[in-house]
């Protein structure tokens, strides 16, 4: 049986999760379908999914059509979570992209289109809620050839919209709409449609319209309703027939990647794993990232709508897996998937969590830790600890997901939080070089350790690259490692408290006393050099090294893409320049006028606040991560969270050797 592993996605409230619902009543998965509204969906599983009526994690269910296995994963809608929708991608063999027949083509929806694209991911289209009033399928398919694919082609047509009878005609699979699409991308079939008709079999035109579904060249459009089922089957055929993956490498090397984590009651972690090579076994050793192997206690793989044990899981299959202890969402299994990389636009702004009862100790403790279980589950939540203010700060895309953070903390945890106001996450990238080097058992050094380290630009979004300028074995490697291990972790707060990116680091000297002991006695650390020595010298150095080459704080800019009616642009345009935006171009868009520009990110929501004001409640804003930026106006600081090295007097005094 083959292994198809499938995404669901929408803008919110387009229907994805009674979908889903729906395609597991049809393949009899369930016993009948759950309603968004009356919170007994299966895959909304969390008190606040339930009650707000939106999927706010990923979730997993399985389904069999014909002989495909379908593994279906349920993912956010709302533009807060688009982390949890883009670490799912990378792990899809295709994907069901939902538009309502009544909103139509919505901001999120033209966002996780390119996401799709960008990924080769190949997507059908299903406009659902024809029968719903005020529906318009023949409007919102314009708008999907017009707006998101050019290559949409129509498999069928819904009669009597916008009525509870509505119902959908199937198109012949060699209808002329069909041939229309697919010679637009084949040359051979257009000849032979011109000049030998009797060539063009529908058995061809159905391996055609795979093979391009799969390139992503054509994204086949069904029109039905999830509730009343109408058109669903025709959708489920299209599944499996459009969307079957190539066979998988079972005896290929392991290779798989983590996308999920998250923790059962009594806190057992369980990681959830797409493979595609090869072979998992229960009693397997598996290291990941470079962490102690660790062995596999259990797997479970989703079918027919349960969950059930195996001995092992293979490529193509995706499993539940017990015994990674260290697991974390992004870790890959065994050998990378080849061309596999991970986009995710980095979180814009971050904010302070404080326990409701801020002088509880123990309340503190409590909240630390559920912080930790979540940015286990999301890693981009970014946990950062301030031990000197006592404060817990997390990173967000919006301002929705400190009502998801909050409710997930009380209800799971146990734990009530309060927030303080939004702030903007900056970065730091080196402009100069910059070099400096304490020598061991010379004033000021107080240290068993000789450091030297330079510092210059590296490209844009690399990270920090460490270099080695001294010959490997002049000292034990475990103070190498220590050296590198404090470089990292010092860059994580520049000298305006932001994380340095694009950053060189070279170890320019190095030295260190050997270990000695007294005669016939033991080991004595005040006359040998340790790790320590080296983890604790190396971010003064660093600090002054950085201080010498300087650094430029950038905030993140977004591209945003406004449609608005014609008479609304200027104001519109006043309002993007009085936030800070520059305005790219102005076109056209079907009726519309279609403004692209940059904004601060930090300024986003208050644009996306007033754009209803300004547009007759008519506009549409789609954003994206677009680049960093220097700031303009006065630097921001962020508190420091470390022993401050900048300030020698004062990190000395709390960590001594």
Same mark, same amino acid.
């Given at each position: 049986?083959?292994?198809?592993?499938?995404?669901?996605?929408?803008?919110? !409230?387009?229907?994805?999760?009674?979908?889903?619902?729906? %395609?597991?009543? !049809?393949?009899?998965?369930?016993?009948?379908?759950?309603?968004?509204?009356?919170?007994?969906?299966?895959?909304?599983?969390?008190?606040?999914? =339930?009650?707000?009526?939106?999927?706010?994690?990923?979730?997993?269910?399985?389904?069999?059509?014909?002989?495909?296995?379908?593994?279906?994963?349920?993912?956010?809608?709302?533009?807060?979570?688009?982390?949890?929708?883009?670490?799912?991608?990378?792990?899809?063999?295709?994907?069901?992209?939902?538009?309502?027949?009544?909103?139509?083509? /919505?901001?999120?929806?033209?966002? $996780?289109?390119?996401?799709?694209?960008?990924?080769?991911?190949?997507?059908?289209?299903?406009?659902?809620?024809?029968?719903?009033?005020?529906?318009?399928?023949?409007?919102?398919?314009?708008?999907?050839?017009?707006?998101?694919?050019?290559?949409?082609?129509?498999?069928?047509?819904?009669?009597?919209?916008?009525? =509870?009878?509505?119902?959908?005609?199937?198109?012949?699979?060699?209808?002329?709409?069909?041939?229309?699409?697919?010679?637009?991308?084949?040359?051979?079939?257009?000849?032979?449609?011109?000049?030998?008709?009797?060539?063009?079999?529908?058995?061809? $035109?159905?391996?055609?319209? @795979?093979? @391009?579904?799969?390139?992503? $060249?054509?994204?086949?459009?069904?029109?039905?309703?999830?509730?009343?089922?109408?058109?669903?089957?025709?959708?489920? !055929?299209?599944?499996?027939?459009?969307?079957?993956?190539?066979?998988?490498?079972?005896?290929?090397?392991?290779?798989?990647?983590?996308?999920?984590?998250?923790?059962?009651?009594?806190?057992?972690?369980?990681?959830?794993?797409?493979?595609?090579?090869?072979?998992?076994?229960?009693?397997?050793?598996?290291?990941?990232?470079?962490?102690?192997?660790?062995?596999?206690?259990? $797997?479970?793989?989703?079918?027919?709508?349960?969950?059930?044990?195996?001995? &092992?899981?293979?490529?193509?299959?995706?499993? /539940?897996?017990?015994?990674?202890?260290?697991?974390?969402?992004?870790?890959?299994?065994?050998?990378?998937?080849?061309?596999? @990389?991970?986009?995710?636009?980095?979180?814009?702004?971050?904010?302070?969590?404080?326990?409701?009862?801020?002088?509880?100790?123990?309340? =503190?403790?409590?909240?630390?830790?559920?912080?930790?279980?979540?940015?286990?589950?999301?890693?981009?939540?970014?946990?950062?600890?301030?031990?000197?203010?006592?404060?817990?700060?997390?990173?967000?895309?919006?301002?929705? @997901?400190?009502?998801?953070?909050?409710?997930?903390?009380?209800?799971?945890?146990?734990?009530?939080?309060?927030?303080?106001?939004?702030?903007?996450?900056?970065?730091?990238?080196?402009?100069?070089?910059?070099?400096?080097? /304490?020598?061991?058992?010379?004033?000021?050094?107080?240290?068993?350790?000789?450091?030297?380290?330079?510092? &210059?630009?590296?490209?844009?979004?690399?990270?920090?690259?460490?270099?080695?300028?001294?010959?490997?074995?002049?000292?034990?490697?475990?103070?190498?490692?220590?050296?590198?291990?404090?470089?990292?972790?010092?860059?994580?707060?520049?000298?305006?408290?932001?994380?340095?990116?694009?950053?060189?680091?070279?170890?320019? #000297?190095?030295?260190?006393?050997?270990?000695? +002991? #007294?005669?016939?006695?033991?080991?004595?650390?005040?006359?040998?050099?340790?790790?320590?020595?080296?983890?604790?010298?190396?971010?003064?150095?660093?600090?002054?090294?950085?201080?010498?080459?300087?650094?430029?704080?950038?905030?993140?800019?977004?591209?945003?893409?406004?449609?608005?009616?014609?008479?609304?642009?200027?104001?519109?345009?006043?309002?993007?320049?009085?936030?800070?935006?520059?305005?790219?171009?102005?076109?056209?868009?079907?009726? +519309?006028?279609? %403004?692209?520009?940059?904004?601060?990110?930090?300024?986003?929501?208050?644009?996306? /606040?007033?754009?209803?004001?300004?547009?007759?409640?008519?506009?549409?804003?789609?954003?994206?991560?677009?680049?960093?930026?220097?700031?303009?106006?006065?630097?921001?600081?962020?508190?420091?969270?470390?022993?401050?090295?900048?300030?020698?007097?004062?990190?000395?005094?709390?960590?001594?050797?």
């Amino acid at each position: 049986m083959t292994s198809l592993n499938l995404g669901i996605l929408a803008h919110v !409230d387009a229907g994805k999760t009674s979908l889903t619902e729906r %395609l597991l009543y !049809d393949a009899g998965a369930i016993d009948r379908p759950g309603s968004v509204d009356a919170g007994t969906t299966h895959t909304d599983t969390l008190a606040l999914e =339930r009650a707000r009526g939106i999927t706010i994690r990923s979730a997993v269910v399985a389904f069999t059509i014909g002989d495909v296995a379908v593994n279906l994963i349920d993912t956010p809608g709302h533009s807060d979570f688009i982390a949890e929708v883009e670490r799912v991608l990378g792990v899809l063999d295709g994907a069901v992209l939902v538009v309502s027949a009544v909103e139509g083509v /919505q901001a999120q929806t033209r966002v $996780l289109m390119r996401a799709l694209q960008r990924l080769g991911v190949p997507t059908l289209v299903f406009v659902n809620k024809v029968d719903r009033l005020g529906a318009r399928p023949d409007g919102v398919l314009k708008e999907i050839t017009d707006l998101l694919l050019p290559g949409a082609v129509a498999m069928g047509e819904a009669a009597g919209a916008g009525t =509870r009878d509505a119902k959908v005609r199937r198109y012949d699979a060699a209808g002329p709409r069909l041939l229309d699409t697919l010679t637009r991308y084949d040359d051979r079939l257009l000849a032979d449609w011109v000049e030998h008709p009797a060539r063009v079999t529908p058995s061809r $035109l159905a391996t055609t319209l @795979q093979d @391009q579904v799969r390139a992503g $060249l054509v994204q086949p459009v069904f029109f039905g309703s999830a509730i009343s089922g109408a058109g669903v089957g025709d959708l489920a !055929d299209g599944i499996a027939e459009l969307l079957r993956p190539a066979p998988a490498d079972i005896a290929g090397p392991t290779s798989g990647v983590v996308f999920k984590v998250e923790r059962q009651p009594e806190g057992t972690k369980v990681a959830h794993v797409r493979m595609f090579g090869g072979t998992l076994r229960v009693r397997d050793r598996v290291a990941l990232a470079g962490r102690e192997p660790a062995r596999l206690t259990a $797997l479970q793989v989703y079918a027919d709508g349960r969950v059930t044990s195996r001995a &092992e899981v293979v490529a193509g299959e995706i499993a /539940q897996v017990w015994g990674l202890t260290e697991a974390r969402v992004g870790d890959v299994v065994g050998v990378p998937k080849p061309g596999a @990389q991970h986009r995710f636009a980095p979180p814009a702004l971050e904010t302070v969590v404080d326990p409701v009862d801020a002088a509880d100790t123990a309340a =503190r403790a409590r909240l630390h830790s559920a912080l930790a279980r979540l940015a286990e589950q999301d890693p981009l939540i970014g946990l950062r600890q301030d031990d000197v203010r006592r404060e817990l700060s997390v990173s967000l895309y919006g301002e929705v @997901q400190k009502e998801v953070i909050a409710a997930t903390l009380a209800s799971e945890y146990g734990v009530r939080a309060t927030f303080r106001e939004t702030t903007t996450v900056c970065v730091e990238r080196v402009i100069g070089t910059g070099a400096a080097y /304490q020598v061991i058992a010379v004033d000021p050094n107080p240290f068993l350790a000789t450091v030297g380290l330079r510092v &210059e630009p590296g490209p844009p979004g690399s990270g920090v690259t460490f270099r080695l300028g001294v010959e490997l074995g002049s000292m034990p490697p475990a103070f190498f490692v220590a050296v590198e291990q404090a470089v990292r972790e010092t860059l994580r707060e520049g000298l305006h408290g932001w994380v340095v990116d694009g950053c060189v680091v070279t170890m320019t #000297h190095s030295g260190y006393w050997a270990r000695q +002991s #007294h005669s016939h006695g033991s080991f004595d650390a005040s006359m040998s050099s340790t790790a320590g020595d080296f983890r604790t010298l190396t971010p003064l150095v660093l600090m002054a090294a950085l201080r010498e080459a300087g650094t430029r704080v950038l905030e993140p800019v977004s591209r945003v893409e406004i449609e608005l009616p014609d008479d609304c642009l200027g104001a519109v345009l006043a309002a993007l320049t009085r936030l800070g935006g520059v305005p790219v171009d102005t076109g056209r868009r079907g009726p +519309s006028t279609l %403004l692209t520009g940059h904004l601060p990110a930090g300024r986003v929501h208050s644009l996306q /606040q007033q754009l209803p004001t300004l547009t007759h409640g008519t506009g549409v804003l789609v954003t994206e991560f677009a680049h960093y930026a220097p700031v303009r106006g006065p630097v921001p600081d962020r508190a420091r969270t470390d022993h401050n090295p900048l300030d020698r007097q004062e990190y000395l005094r709390r960590v001594g050797r």
